[in-house]
């Protein structure tokens, strides 16, 4: 039985809300993005919600907003250090190289597959001059939002965060991207909501969403609640045609926001739906050499909130590589998809590993690199049927047995 990782993830009312603004004929942004951001903006609990066309286009719209904001002093100067988890996604880390400033890798939690923040805290007690912590909560799991807070605090950082893979996740009722200055999402497919491709950040900061206004749209003061104080300052220039801050293009159609308002309203029943999932393949492998990372967060209902699956990943507790990559042919033997942890210990990749020397960085990452050779990921897709879910037990637990 086929189990993709990915899903279309459609319903009828999401194709109609698409072919309805074919025929407005208001194709790019618009009134419909106006709509899914307030939507998406209310559900966080949040001041602004800027959609953009994926979510590595808003993580990269994020860093422009800090390095070269259109007023004022920059929060993130060139070559400020920028600590990322050594588990990362590339469009986490390459925004931040190719705007000028230092990723410093940090090992992750073999618990979570996030930052270790025991070790960011020993990294920046030897190292001061860090200005910002870029977090991923990963595949679905909101970190320790607690104690992100407290290191910004204790060491006077800005929180960024990476929120792709974990909508609708929480930490005491805070929603998972926006906890600090902003949070990117990801709208692509088999993500809990999809817009076919898609992202967007959450903010608190007028000044950081006027600015991510500006810098999805060529840099245009239009789109701006403040564009009259930019003509005020500004009077020889033509105010159609006033550009205040970078740009680039990386604007949202309306038939992806149709999509995504379509999608929103059964957001909550699809995490539930994975949180289902996520239990039974818990039960059927716990007494086995299988252990589904973060089981920790199906135990109560305030815990089942931290957790929203984007996918499951399974740690192999007695496990070598050449043992990880004998059970992940097996299960593709079976149809079942199966990938990596996201890049593995992304020092490890070819791109990053020429540049770390230029970086003065090493990839000494050894829980990145425990997890990298004991851990799979699987599907869990809201669409997956009962029998899918079953099968995907029973898969797992039969290919742990000798002579399979
Ligand atoms: C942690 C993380 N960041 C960024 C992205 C990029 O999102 P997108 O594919 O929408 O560009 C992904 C992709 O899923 C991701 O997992």
């Known amino acids: 039985m086929k189990i993709p990782l ?57 860093i422009e907003s800090l390095v070269r904001p259109s007023s004022g002093e920059p ?27 230092e990723p410093v890798f940090v090992d992750i939690d073999q618990r979570t597959l996030g930052l270790d923040l025991k070790e960011v805290r020993k990294v920046l007690e030897k190292d ?44 005491n009722g805070e929603m998972a991207g926006t906890l600090g200055k902003a949070g990117s999402f ?10 076919m491709e898609g992202g ?17 749209s060529h840099g245009w003061s239009r789109n701006r609640t403040d564009h009259k104080k930019w003509e005020l300052e500004n009077p020889e220039i033509d105010s159609r045609f006033m550009f205040v801050s970078a740009g680039y293009n990386i604007r949202p159609m309306e038939i992806q926001a149709a999509i995504g308002l379509s999608q929103l309203k059964r957001l909550p029943e699809n995490i539930q739906r994975r949180q289902e999932i996520a239990r039974y393949i818990h039960n059927e492998i716990k007494d086995s050499k299988f252990e ?4 920790e967060y199906l135990k109560s209902d305030e815990e089942l909130n931290r957790h929203t699956w984007m996918l499951l990943s399974i740690r192999a507790t007695d496990s070598n590589l050449k043992d990880l990559k004998s059970y992940m042919r097996s299960l593709e033997n079976l149809e079942i998809d199966t990938r990596p942890p996201l890049t593995g210990n992304f020092t490890k990749q070819p791109a990053l590993k020429k540049l770390l020397p230029t970086l003065g960085l090493g990839n000494n990452y050894p829980v990145a690199d425990k997890i990298s050779g004991s851990t799979f990921l699987v599907a869990c897709h809201h669409d997956l049927t009962d029998a899918q879910v079953e099968f995907l037990g029973q898969s797992l637990k039969l290919i742990q047995k000798k002579n399979f």
Request: proline content about 3%.
């Open 128 to 171: 001061r001059s860090i200005k910002a912590l870029m977090i991923i909560h990963p595949l679905g799991l909101c970190l320790d939002g607690e104690e992100l807070k407290k290191l910004c605090e204790d060491f006077g950082l800005i929180l960024l965060e990476d929120n792709c893979e974990s909508l609708g996740s929480a930490f």
């Open 200 to 216: 967007g950040i959450a903010t608190n900061d007028f000044e950081v969403a006027q600015d991510l206004q500006s810098i999805r």
């Open 6 to 62: 990915a899903s279309l993830g459609f319903t009828e009312s999401d194709i109609e809300a698409a072919i309805d603004v074919l025929r407005t004929g208001e194709l790019t942004i618009g009134k419909k993005v106006a709509e899914f951001e307030m939507a998406m903006a209310e559900y966080l609990k949040v001041k602004h919600f800027i959609m953009v066309n994926s979510g590595s286009s808003a993580n990269l719209a994020i």
């Open 292 to 295: 589904l990372i973060g089981h």
């Open 186 to 195: 990801s709208f692509y497919f088999s993500h809990h909501l999809t817009t």
């Open 75 to 101: 929060l993130l100067p060139t070559g400020s250090r920028v600590i990322v988890p050594a588990i990362a996604w590339p469009t986490t880390v390459w925004p931040i190289i190719q705007l000028g400033l």
